[in-house]
């Protein structure tokens, strides 16, 4: 049984579908991802399986259907998102951004939390160093790194991560995809939305192809990236493979 | 004006700024985190401080009829829309809490046990009231805009002060002071009841600063009101920090009607001017920082108290007036053009 | 509404009042309900149509009440000259009060508001000049040919008289250039900003428009009543006020009438019975409008008016010929230069360094994938942001550091990623809306309806403007009732109305089907004839490729290649930076 399924998800905003009965699933312990173009509905999509927007079909988690279940009780039950908005608290501290990201277990205490937090710095030792600065005056690819490392702090069964590449340099967009994959080892499952699609598919098992709301290709992720039709989804048909 | 007045004067000032001080914080909080602007927190203030007052005469307080009645809406309007533990939830908060307020205050007063039990059923009594405002008139707004907020504010505050009226009617009401005692500093005389407001104002600041540094749940409000998105993604229930942020503010504004019901007389729509000086203040802070908004409170209180001495019939007139400067400055500091809506 | 409709009312007003065996009770009420609703009417423009708020209107009406008792009582000159007199007072007081406020977000004004109705009404109480809290009496009546109007059966005609020209002078200036600008402050300023319209003058003339309504309103209430005192113009009417508006219906003229007379016959009746209730004492009226107005937020945020009647649309006359057409700067100047431009937020650098050079006559195409700083380059190309470093220059002249407003001016239009329309206006005012600038009529001279033949020639530019997008049939359509991509291709017809010769487009072809993209790229082309200098931000490659003449391609907030689209797809930078290279 799947780890997530989502059962034909339609998500409509001002009368417009942005999602129209996608269905996809992510398997324990692997990495699933969905690629596509700008515009193509996949913040959307990760909004609706995460409950911040109201959608229509069903999203199964580890068995049960959760789809009418407000955000936090998403969250309690294993569900995290990094959004591509990051979402930081920005005027709080490094150090208090992580300490909320384990909210949901708030009753362990505090020597569990710093706990986790000496686990997080391991994967993401520039952290530590900022620890007492404000999340706002991190820089862009610091702040990616501070949004996935509150995520982690709740211990999710299911990362769901919004474009963790955008707008970041190449050298860091290597480091955090190596981060990804350290997470799948250590048995973290993840959604991995992208759009930088060779990365993605590079790092994924299986894939879904999202466009203009559906989704028009899946599979294992091996045969995609060889599909002829993922290069001409980015560049335009007219673009012959180079 | 020799130095005697002149102390005299910033002392009143102090005492009273701290007081706005406290209101401002609540507003500023309520802001923070729900974009009202708590127009009826004055209500509070006045209600808080003749419940104090007339707990003198040992009879129960009058104000248990206002909080009962509006714990007995605010259920019958979420009752439609909750159900299962939602429900249950919505019945402890409007129903089973303040009926046992009720019934522990009407047992306690009588017993006449002295001021500082006053105190407390006074602030038991009244500060559940702005929770369930909001739970009445703030929550099923919740996605409108800062001004229909505003407005709904201040259609609150026209009910309740009338309400107000109806429960203790219009005779004013003057509480026994915490202290009798007078400290005497070198020329400076501290009357207790002053020492007692200012040192209250400190510990409740320093209280809500522990609250907010120190504790999760303090963090988790802080959080909610930063970035609301971010807040429900680590699974913060949001939805609740505006019932938390009105507590807050009920709390707050319950206890500074007690410090003030022994300075003043207060009548049930004397809490309104308050607030609104707490307003002044928290506009100076541009309703979001806490500590400019504390040091504009006993700017005001200040202004206030050498304009009662100098023009007493013009003293709400320039308080008032301080506004304009200081919208004036916030103006030309502000720059950016974008959508109201 | 027709001038036979007017005359019908002003006639019932003349003749009404002096119906036999109608009890001047009734007179009474309808002159309160009158004077009230001409208060009404003002923050019907002012909350309803411009997204403001005032809790004052009871205070500008204190004002102009006492400037008329003053002059009249003190200075013995006539009723008719307190008119002049308090309008002017007011206007200087509202004008005082605005420039102050206007320019911070709603609810300080509304804020603003409260302080200053409190003070106000402590100043009255207190100044030996007004009287204190006695007020001033004995003001005289009216009176026409010698003869003093005392019987209020004559007030209640001159109160329906003024309340009658209030609605027209209304009607007419929301009918025009400006009243299509107030509108825009409502969910459109930014989209208005960017075709030149002053934002801060739009929000001046509402704010001083519903102060004159309530001058209107003090002076008859003064010479009326003809006693005043401060307890008619405290914080609690300032309230009732707002309420009439908010109740009948806040964006609707007839909505102030209707709240007016709900809220005054409740008021009146509440008076009659609730002592009964509640005994004697207690102001149970205000109780009673406190629930009301959240209750009617909470339930009917657009008040009773909707609820009883049809949304009619508005008609507008079209003349024959549209507005004239701009001459183009000659063909391969250059229109629009950027050089070194940088842009930070915090610790992230959106922009490193773009620079290119766009002609007349040039389709250049700003492509690079989701990320690359478009957005923000765009920005800082129009004027809504502006660069930490470097030069935007337009039609050679430095516009670095210029607002949107500015930009317009000199020749620069542009659309937005998420269509920004006026949601309370149909499809072709919002085009009409982009000619702002190309018109001159002043508000009073709208009020008197001097700019019909101008505003004629503006519907037809706009009618023109959207005949050549292909939207000719939607004209009258509410314009947020369009799909997203027509929303954009009005945004484009918004644009061109305002007669540019530079035009930046921000993904004008998403969410279009595959017939109007063509549309939409034939119409582009058109436009490059004529002269036009056009900057398209576009992630629908196929799109853009085919219709650029030239491709600038960004990515980290820096140029990586630039050329003609066949060179640039070619690119290996390029191909990179929109598939990723592996890691």
């Known amino acids: ?242 | 004006m020799d130095s005697s007045i002149l102390l005299a004067l910033i002392q009143d000032g102090i005492v009273s700024g701290a007081i706005y001080a406290l209101l401002a914080l609540a507003l500023v909080l309520v802001f923070a985190v729900t974009r009202t602007i708590l127009i009826p927190v004055g209500e509070v203030v006045s209600f808080a401080a003749l419940t104090y007052a007339n707990l003198d005469n040992g009879k129960p307080p009058a104000v248990l009829i206002l909080l009962l009645g509006l714990g007995v809406a605010a259920f019958l309007r979420g009752a439609i829309f909750s159900r299962g533990r939602a429900l249950i939830q919505l019945g402890v908060e409007t129903l089973i809490v303040p009926g046992t307020i009720a019934f522990a205050a009407t047992l306690l007063a009588p017993l006449q046990l002295g001021v500082a039990m006053n105190a407390v059923i006074a602030i038991a009594v009244v500060a559940p009231l702005c929770p369930l405002l909001y739970r009445l008139a703030f929550a099923p707004l919740a996605e409108a805009s800062v001004l229909v907020l505003l407005i709904a504010a201040v259609g609150t505050h026209l009910a309740i002060s009338g309400l107000g009226l109806l429960v203790f009617g219009p005779e004013g009401a003057r509480g026994v002071p915490f202290s009798d005692a007078v400290v005497q500093l070198g020329p400076i005389i501290f009357p207790g009841q002053a020492i007692c407001v200012l040192a209250a104002t400190l510990c409740v600041m320093g209280g809500l600063w522990a609250f907010f540094r120190f504790t999760l749940a303090g963090a988790a409000l802080r959080a909610t009101a930063i970035n609301r998105r971010g807040a429900r993604l680590v699974g913060i229930p949001t939805e609740n920090a505006g019932l938390q942020a009105f507590w807050l503010a009920g709390l707050i504004a319950a206890g500074s009607g007690v410090l003030i019901a022994p300075l003043t007389t207060v009548y049930y729509d004397g809490g309104f001017l308050i607030g609104l000086k707490g307003f002044v203040a928290a506009i100076v802070g541009g309703l979001a920082s806490y500590p400019a908004a504390a040091l504009a409170a006993i700017l005001v209180g200040i202004v206030e108290s050498f304009s009662s001495f100098w023009a007493s019939a013009f003293k709400e007139v320039i308080v008032f007036a301080g506004i304009i400067p200081v919208l004036l400055w916030r103006s030309l500091r502000h720059v950016s053009v974008e959508d109201e809506e | 509404m027709k001038p036979a409709i007017w005359l019908a009312l002003v006639a019932a007003t003349l003749v009404l009042p002096w119906l036999p065996g109608l009890p001047l009770f009734w007179v009474s009420l309808a002159c309160q309900i009158g004077i009230s609703a001409i208060i009404a009417v003002g923050l019907v423009v002012l909350t309803g149509v411009a997204g403001m708020t005032s809790f004052a209107q009871a205070s500008l009406m204190g004002i102009s009440a006492y400037t008329t008792a003053l002059i009249t009582t003190k200075l013995g000159i006539s009723p008719w000259l307190g008119l002049p007199a308090a309008m002017a007072v007011t206007l200087v007081v509202a004008f005082a009060i605005g420039s102050i406020t206007l320019r911070l977000s709603g609810h300080y004004l509304a804020l603003g508001t409260i302080a200053w109705s409190v003070s106000l009404y402590y100043l009255y109480a207190n100044l030996d000049l007004v009287g204190r809290n006695d007020g001033l009496t004995g003001i005289p009546p009216l009176s026409l040919f010698g003869q003093k109007l005392i019987d209020i059966r004559f007030s209640a005609q001159i109160i329906g008289l003024s309340l009658i020209g209030g609605m027209i002078a209304s009607l007419h200036l929301l009918d025009s250039r400006w009243g299509r600008a107030m509108r825009s402050l409502r969910g459109g300023a930014v989209a208005a900003a960017s075709v030149g319209v002053d934002l801060g003058r739009a929000r001046m003339l509402a704010f001083v428009f519903a102060a004159l309504m309530a001058a209107l309103a003090g002076w008859l209430f003064a010479h009326m009543q003809r006693v005043v005192n401060p307890t008619s113009f405290g914080l609690v009417a300032g309230i009732q006020y707002l309420l009439m508006a908010v109740m009948g219906g806040a964006a609707h003229l007839p909505g102030a009438l209707l709240g007016a007379t709900a809220v005054v016959l409740v008021n009146n009746s509440l008076q009659d019975w609730l002592p009964f209730l509640f005994g004697a004492g207690v102001s149970a009226e205000t109780i009673v409008f406190g629930v009301a107005l959240v209750l009617i937020l909470q339930a009917a945020p657009a008040g009773l008016w909707p609820v009883i009647a049809p949304r009619l649309s508005r008609s507008h006359r079209v003349a024959e010929t549209a507005l004239t057409v701009q001459t183009m700067p000659k063909l391969g100047a250059v229109a629009l230069r950027a050089s070194g431009l940088q842009r930070r937020f915090g610790g992230l650098v959106a922009v490193a360094d773009l620079s290119f050079t766009l002609y007349q006559g040039e389709l250049l195409g700003l492509i690079g994938p989701n990320g690359a700083g478009k957005s923000t380059s765009f920005n800082l190309l129009s004027g809504a942001d502006h660069p930490d470093a470097g030069r935007v220059e337009l039609a050679g002249q430095d516009v670095t550091g210029c607002t949107p407003q500015m930009m317009a001016r000199r020749g620069l239009a542009r659309s937005f990623q998420h269509a920004r329309l006026v949601p309370s206006l149909s499809v072709i005012e919002n085009v009409a809306l982009g000619a702002h600038l190309r018109g001159h009529a002043s508000p009073l001279s709208a009020i008197l309806r001097r700019d019909r033949d101008e505003e004629a020639h503006i519907y037809a530019e706009a009618a023109r403007q959207l005949a050549r997008c292909g939207l000719a049939d939607l004209a009258d359509h509410n314009a947020t009732s369009l799909a997203l991509g027509q929303q954009r291709i009005v945004e484009i017809a918004r644009a061109l109305a305002a007669g540019p010769s530079v035009l930046l487009l921000d993904e004008p072809a998403a969410g279009l089907r595959h017939g109007e993209k063509q549309s939409l790229a034939a119409l582009l082309r058109q436009l490059r004839d004529e002269g036009m200098a056009i900057l398209l931000v576009e992630h629908d490659m196929e799109f853009v490729m085919s219709l650029a003449d030239n491709l600038v391609v960004m990515d980290f907030g820096t140029v990586i290649a630039t050329g003609k689209p066949s060179d640039v797809r070619r690119n290996p930078a390029v191909i990179e930076a929109y598939l990723g290279g592996v890691a």
């Open chain 1, 1 to 242: 049984m799947s780890l997530l399924e989502a059962r034909s998800v339609s998500v409509a905003y001002r009368g417009v579908r942005a999602v129209e009965a996608v269905s996809i699933a992510v398997e324990h312990g692997e990495i699933a991802s969905v690629i596509g173009p700008n515009g193509a509905g996949k913040t959307s999509l990760l909004a609706a399986l995460m409950g911040l927007i109201p959608s229509d079909g069903a999203v199964i988690f580890d068995g049960v259907d959760i789809s009418r279940l407000p955000t936090e009780a998403r969250v309690a039950r294993g569900l995290a998102l990094v959004p591509e908005s990051r979402d930081l608290f920005a005027t709080m501290t490094v150090r208090e951004n992580l300490a909320l990201g384990a909210y949901r277990h708030r009753s362990e205490g505090a020597a569990a939390r710093r706990d986790a937090m000496e686990q997080n710095f391991m994967l993401f030792p520039r952290l530590k160093e900022r620890v007492d600065q404000l999340a706002g005056t991190l820089s862009g690819g610091e702040r990616q790194m501070l949004a996935m490392a509150r995520a982690l702090m709740g211990r999710p069964r299911l990362l769901m991560l919004d474009e963790p590449s955008l707008g970041l340099a190449p050298l860091i967009v290597r480091d955090i995809f190596c981060i990804i994959a350290t997470l799948r080892d250590s048995g973290v499952s993840i959604l991995l939305v992208e759009q930088n699609a060779r990365a993605a598919l590079a790092l994924s098992a299986h894939a879904s192809v999202l466009e203009n709301g559906s989704v028009t290709l899946s599979g294992d992720s091996a045969t995609l990236s060889a599909d002829q039709r993922v290069t001409e989804l980015y560049l335009g048909a007219a673009v012959q493979a180079v």
